[in-house]
């Protein structure tokens, strides 16, 4: 029997209904991109918006969005006291055992009412593709059906990727489409995985074009200013991003600004506030604008599996500046021969300085970027590989 053609994706939140993160959009685009070419899809989600509480916001049930069939269901009730007390042991590399594992999963995110509509319509799905890799719910899902599971893992090296139960999930599964290589390199040494089950697909970009002068215009911005966009967290090095541009305005004497979007608290010293525009959730067209007016896109964050917003200002023509520990931010400004990086402060006020004493080594950064974003990451391209890769890993 020839397998169906119905595709199911999993993800604990929607991207773009108040929840804003690279995993969900990732999740969220390959599904919609799918469906454009034909194909039924069902994508799984929760009704929580919020990654802290996991409260329930949006109504359960079924809506048509984007050519796929979008299903909301509860989140289960949980005990965010122990889902904390143990996340806190595996985050300061403290050893737990595996009981405390699936505590750990079980009072993260889960839904039963995602799990019954798997266990009644699994056989429906040629493929159940779930990430990222660190939820309960991806785990729990993913090892009810591993023999059409296929991981979107968005994995990182850090404390929750070395658990026993994660290498139990990228064992069982069919396989994984990774995002970059520097990101299958990464399984491979935790995980000794196969070549076999790995298949590198990303995500696309659309090309647009933005003013670059027109942010700061709008925002009365009348300073070069450095643009970071997500999340503001310790996890994003966000707080090390405040301090340092701090300290770059007091030891340098420049007047640079600091302009964010996204969401979360912003912790920065008290003299840098006056030269923070925070400008919270912005339009697409509005994010484009700030990256093509920035000097650079700080990216100072150690773990990402996909720096989508930094290949984002790449189209913007905006070079990047992220930081060293990154394998993957840092591999993407070497193959774009479009950014720089930094170990510590004093590289991070060298190649700031680079950047803004070089005008015309900038823009040829920019124009390396944007040249290899609408060669490497166009949607075409990256739909093939999604299909090569469903057809190699599970083939009909």
């Known amino acids: ?41 069902d994508f ?22 984007g050519g796929m069939d979008v299903h909301f269901f509860p989140v289960d009730e949980r005990n965010p006291g122990q889902f904390l007390q143990i996340q806190q042991q595996i985050d300061r590399g403290r050893p737990v ?41 991806t785990w729990f899902a993913a090892l009810a059906h591993p023999e059409r599971a296929l991981l979107v893992p968005c994995l990182h090296d850090e404390p929750f990727a070395k658990l026993a139960c994660m290498r139990r999930l990228f064992a069982e599964t069919a396989g994984c489409l990774f995002n970059t290589q520097a990101e299958r390199e990464l399984a491979g040494e935790l995980f000794q995985y196969p070549d076999a089950r790995a298949r590198i697909v990303g995500m696309g970009l659309d090309a647009f074009t933005a003013d670059p002068t ?12 450095v643009l970071y966009s997500g999340r503001r967290e310790p996890l994003k090095g966000t707080p090390l991003l405040c301090d340092y541009l701090h300290a770059f305005r007091q030891r340098t004497g420049r007047d640079v600004k600091l302009v964010l979007t ?8 008290a003299e840098l506030w006056p030269h923070i525009f925070d400008a919270g959730f912005v339009s697409e067209d509005e994010k484009h604008e700030a990256m093509a007016g920035a000097v650079a896109f700080v990216h100072p964050s ?23 520990r990154s394998r993957v931010l840092v ?58 890769a469903l057809d190699a890993l599970l083939p009909r």
């Not at 996204?262 to 010293?269: L, V």
């Not at 150690?302 to 060293?324: Q, Y």
């Open 214 to 225: 027109a942010f700061a215009k709008r925002r009365k911005i009348n300073a070069p200013y």
């Open 262 to 269: 996204g969401s979360g608290d912003i912790d920065a010293p």
């Open 97 to 137: 055992s595996v009981e405390e594992e699936l505590l750990w999963l079980k009072n993260g995110v889960n839904s039963t009412a995602l799990m019954q509509h798997l266990a009644q319509h699994a056989a429906s799905y040629r493929a159940i593709l779930l990430g990222p890799y660190l939820f309960g719910l």
């Open 331 to 388: 591999s993407q400004c070497r193959a774009a021969n479009a950014g720089l990086w930094f170990r510590h402060y004093p590289d991070f006020e060298t190649q700031l300085t680079y950047l803004l004493d070089h005008p015309a080594e900038r823009a040829q950064l920019g124009r390396n970027g944007r040249d290899y974003v609408t060669r490497e990451y166009a949607w075409p391209v990256i739909e093939d590989k999604f299909f090569a």
């Open 302 to 324: 150690v773990n990402e599996s996909f720096g989508i917003v930094l290949l984002e200002a790449f189209l913007a023509g905006t070079p990047g500046l992220v930081h060293a």
């Open 44 to 65: 799984l989600t929760t009704c929580a918006q919020s990654h802290f509480t996991w409260e329930n916001t949006l109504p359960p049930g079924v809506e048509r969005m």
């Open 1 to 41: 029997m020839a397998a169906p053609d119905r595709l199911a994706f999993v993800c604990p939140r929607l991207a773009g209904s108040g929840a804003v993160g690279g995993a969900e959009t990732l999740l969220k685009n390959l599904a919609t991109h799918a469906a454009a070419r034909g194909v039924a899809v």
